[in-house]
């Protein structure tokens, strides 16, 4: 049985392999050459690839030591080779979209917006969504004191863009987070403590050691903490600005009155964690608000462009896989078309394409089954990869994802 994965590293082939695997199948009259879906990296690549084959099939075509039917069947493939998908996986994705439009629920003749007229329409999207937010009266005091705490406009926008991007994996949370009330912040026995620490520093001899300097520049925090006590939003404020409570070695014993020294490094770390504590549950109360409303925001923005037809390059996608997994009809016909796919760098591959790739060449028309336990037809699959190469993040690429791929076709073949 032919080999569904090959790893190889730089410079050792993976290409030609691919290549050969192609010509070995339309030879051997397996498959014909617009039949077959070839996936790649990039644009470029993909021109290459087809640029590749067309000579590797030409070759076949005029090689003596070939059968005659084998010829024959090269020589028919350069005719057509035009018409087979030897192009991404958004391309491929949108192949599939634009022949089953409606079943997608998407309109007939959608568009896919490029990376510069999606960015734009996402800032101007965000712009009148940051407004609203803004004069939401239930966000005002979430928002007031995610302030206080160094949030800014920018953090929201990248928060907001980083869902965007990753929009379909907010399909699968919880609608909203659970929210807690916000109760004032009680920094007054963080305070007390802080400065009656800092008095300790007349136990130091040596006013030049440098946690004596560190327990000045804290005392006059201190000072200013307790200060804010009862002004909610300017103790959140403060709070972030507190110098560092984590001295390690710092200060000298020569300098300090016997076991003093420890005593106020021991404290000092336990002060960093209350006032650590302090801040996370400032924040685990107005995360789960703003999280809400921008998870909203993203997911009706996901829908407004499935609606309009404007669909950018993630929502190829994902739209596609959704298609695929819902409508096992759908997936009988693209079975029927797609006899073989061939997956290059699969390295930096993602699971939206891994569970494109095997709900195409899984033989299930019902509800489909999770990808890795998925019955694939032996050959329909073939993968090369280099570990070594990848940029695993990129994509949501990651090595157990491939490593994962690579275990089940093994095992299949």
């Known amino acids: 049985m032919p080999q569904s994965f090959v790893e190889a590293g730089a410079g050792t082939g993976k290409t030609s392999a691919l290549v050969d695997r192609i010509v070995q199948l339309v030879a051997s009259g397996r498959t014909i050459a617009n039949r077959l879906a070839v996936i790649t990296f990039t644009d470029a690549a993909a021109a290459e690839l087809r640029d590749r084959v067309l000579v590797a099939l030409e070759g076949a075509a005029a090689d003596p030591a070939r059968p005659e039917t084998e010829r024959a069947r090269c020589t028919t493939a350069l005719g057509v080779i035009e018409a087979a998908a030897i192009e991404t996986l958004h391309s491929f994705a949108a192949r599939i979209l634009s022949t089953h439009p409606l079943e997608a629920g998407l309109p007939p003749g959608f568009a896919v917006v490029d990376e510069t007229r999606a960015a734009a ?18 966000l005002r005091e979430p928002l007031r004191r995610a302030f206080m705490m160094g949030l800014t406009i920018g953090d929201l926008r990248t928060l907001a863009h980083a869902l ?3 929009w379909d994996r907010l399909e699968a949370e919880a609608a909203a987070l659970p929210s807690l009330p916000i109760f004032p912040i009680d920094v007054a026995p963080f305070a007390t403590d802080l400065a009656g620490l800092c008095a300790e520093r007349k136990h130091c001899a040596e006013q030049t050691d440098k946690l004596y300097l560190r327990l000045e520049q804290l005392a006059v925090f201190a000072q200013q903490l307790e200060s804010a006590i009862g002004d909610d939003l300017e103790s959140l404020r403060l709070l972030p600005l507190c110098p560092s409570l984590r001295v390690g070695n710092v200060g000298s014993a020569v300098n300090w009155d016997d076991g003093t020294l420890a005593e106020v490094r021991g404290a000092l770390g336990d002060l960093g964690e209350r006032r650590a504590a302090l801040l996370e549950g400032a924040k685990a109360a107005v995360i789960p608000p703003l999280y809400t409303v921008l998870r909203r925001f993203v997911l009706d923005y996901a829908e407004e462009r499935r609606r309009s037809g404007q669909l950018e390059f993630h929502d190829l996608l994902v739209r596609a896989r959704d298609l695929l997994r819902g409508d096992g009809g759908v997936r009988r016909a693209l079975r029927e078309r797609f006899s073989h796919l061939l997956i290059d760098e699969f390295q930096d591959t993602d699971p939206l394409q891994t569970e494109i790739a095997f709900l195409l060449a899984a033989d299930h028309d019902g509800d489909p089954p999770p990808w890795r336990t998925a019955a694939v037809d032996a050959g329909r699959l073939f993968f090369v990869g280099d570990p070594k190469q990848s940029i695993y993040g990129f994509r949501r690429a990651d090595i157990e994802l491939y490593q994962a791929v690579q275990d089940s076709l093994r095992h299949g073949d």
Do not use: S, T
């Not at 937010?133 to 239930?138: G, W």
């Open 121 to 138: 329409a996402f800032d101007h999207r965000w712009a009148g969504h940051l407004e609203a937010m803004l004069e939401d009266p239930a």
């Open 164 to 166: 965007h991007e990753d």
